[in-house]
């Protein structure tokens, strides 16, 4: 209940109404944790119905206040690597102090673009957002977790895409390879700071992450977005043995899991949470 | 707290002192489960400095016991099949329903003799107990629960030898690799009922598994079984970035995390503990 009393998280991509970061904030801050939540949009545009109306980062602050802890709000660009630095400069001087970092914040780029078509700007995008991102923040969050000297726990979502092979989506896939690199690279050279640093594949989840995705596919067949996110998510669902797709809740426990002294023995892995999907593709 | 209240837990290789298994019989009890702890020897015979007088299987009763829950002690070797369904009926029996196995119950078997010099029965021995016993005990416990049709949770102990090729210890490694295959296997034959399957893979713990092994090297080295633990766990921390060894709490830290709520939407995983180490 109070597990994480007295700690301080920094979430990334947290202002989205149905992303990962908006459940993980929610899930530590009902442990105790006071949280830092940043985004690149202080408001995301809203493409899907439902979605209007949503205040974004401080709609989040606000419900993490009304649960008895404090939060801030950053918008920060994580591929920009000064933005990053001014973000953790803001959290640390409200919060004196990074005890955890969760970083969510990442884009789906295309889904059906072959590599041998894939233009190198849609690829720098990718990798500039997801990889690069994830660099920058890993490597600030540690900073100040190693002069601090009390330890830390890190945790990246990179995805089911990386560690298997997935057509169509070459920048995505190498990307979240990336992450776990990074992560498995950070894991072994923090340890001897106690910082754990562990990974999250995420198999085929209800977020927004590809709305943008839904959009233009849907555009294309000539079909309502609604339509089409019916079809897209029925397919995806019977392919996956537990038979549903994933939550930001499911997420968010796991990552609770390995904030936690639960877990401080485990380092520098990545774990497939994917209702069993990762088992039978790739 | 009470995460596990009305769930009923049944436990291999739990008798042992300093064991997985009775660590893990404690965490999930303090969740608010029933027990049943199963165990080759009722009361394992010991060597090692502090187990005399460890009273096994019916010890680890009393402890759940006086953590508000009840608890029942099989006798019952994992290997062999009519055992496994003789222990699971008296399991039923008792408490009507089975919603968690752990299954810790191993043997470590050689660890520095390379395949070349191997003998067979040495290869079969570790196989039949490791590889065998965790197919019989999750087919007996996973018909239970398809029957039952209320889901369930599964976890059997791998080990980082599970993952990695381990110089010396063929039929360990091979043994543990095929615990994952059986694991993966699982999961996706239980996913339509509802019944997570999970592996926890262990670097370096203190546990009993290894006891014979320090015994061993003790004499040969004309060393105490004090000094031989010592040498190997200090040897063995080297290569741990963390920079120690891991417990029994831990890994019955990690079994609840998956036995619970928490996981459900993992399922066919190995999980690796072992303090950064691959």
Not at chain 1, 95 to 100: E, H, T
Not at chain 1, 184 to 201: D, P
Not at chain 2, 219 to 233: L, N
Request: proline share 3%; glycine share 12%.
């Amino acid at each position: 209940m109070n597990s994480l009393k007295g700690k301080v998280a920094l979430i990334t991509g947290v202002a989205a109404k149905r992303g990962m970061g908006h459940g993980v904030a929610l899930r530590l801050v009902g442990e105790g944790a006071n949280v830092v939540v940043v985004d690149k949009y202080a408001v995301p545009r809203t493409l899907f119905p439902g979605d209007e109306g949503w205040g974004g980062l401080n709609a989040v602050v606000a419900e993490v206040e009304s649960l008895g802890s404090k939060g801030l709000a950053v918008v920060a660009d994580i591929s920009n690597s000064q933005e990053v630095d001014a973000g953790v400069a803001k959290a640390i001087e409200k919060f004196g102090r990074i005890d955890i970092l969760v970083h969510c914040a990442a884009i789906r780029g295309p889904m059906t673009t072959p590599l041998v078509k894939l233009s190198e700007r849609e690829w720098k995008t990718v990798l500039d957002v997801n990889l690069n991102g994830a660099f920058f923040i890993s490597t600030a969050v540690a900073k100040n977790m190693v002069t601090r000297g009390e330890g830390g726990k890190i945790v990246l979502i990179s995805s089911l895409a990386g560690n298997r092979g997935v057509p169509g989506s070459g920048a995505y896939c190498v990307s979240k390879w990336g992450v776990i690199g990074l992560v498995k690279t950070l894991a072994l050279e923090l340890a001897t700071y106690k910082i754990n640093v562990n990974a999250l594949n995420p198999g085929t989840f209800g977020t927004h992450l590809r709305d943008e995705n839904y959009v233009q596919l849907a555009q294309a067949e000539g079909i309502t977005l609604n339509e089409f996110r019916e079809r897209y998510d029925k397919q995806m669902t019977t392919k996956v043995p537990l038979g549903r797709m994933g939550t930001p809740e499911d997420i968010a426990n796991l990552v609770l899991f390995l904030v936690s002294d639960q877990s401080s023995y485990i380092t520098g892995q990545a774990v497939d949470i994917c209702g069993g999907w990762g088992l039978i593709h790739g | 707290m009470n995460s596990l209240k009305d769930k009923v837990a049944f436990i291999t290789g739990a008798a042992s002192k300093r064991g997985m298994g009775r660590a893990i019989a404690l965490r999930l009890a303090g969740e608010g489960a029933d027990i049943v702890v199963v165990d080759k020897f009722s009361a394992p015979q010991s060597h090692f400095p502090g187990d005399e007088g460890w009273g096994g299987l019916n010890a680890v009763v009393a402890e759940v016991k006086s953590l508000g829950k009840e608890a029942l002690a099989i006798v019952a070797d994992t290997n062999n099949s009519k055992e496994v369904e003789t222990a699971v009926a008296k399991a039923l029996e008792r408490f009507g329903r089975i919603d968690i196995l752990v299954h810790c119950a191993a043997i470590r078997g050689p660890v520095t003799i390379p395949i070349i010099d191997l003998a067979e029965e040495d290869w079969r021995k570790v196989l039949d107990i490791n590889l065998t016993g965790s197919f019989l005990i999750s087919k007996a416990i996973a018909k239970t629960m398809v029957t039952k049709g209320k889901g369930g949770k599964i976890v059997l102990v791998a080990s980082l030898g599970g993952v990695k090729g381990m110089p010396g210890s063929a039929g360990y490694c091979a043994s543990k690799f095929g615990v994952i295959g059986l694991v993966k296997t699982l999961a996706l034959e239980l996913a339509s009922y509802k019944i997570n399957v999970n592996a926890i893979s262990p670097g370096t713990v203190i546990t009993n598994l290894r006891d014979s092994f320090h015994i061993e090297k003790g004499q040969a080295e004309s060393i105490t079984i004090d000094e031989a633990i010592k040498r190997d766990y200090q040897k063995l921390t080297e290569g741990i970035p963390l920079g120690r060894v891991g417990t029994t709490e831990e890994i019955a830290d990690l079994a609840l995390f998956l036995v619970s709520d928490q996981s459900k939407y993992i399922t066919g995983e190995a999980i690796n503990i072992t303090g950064g180490v691959s």
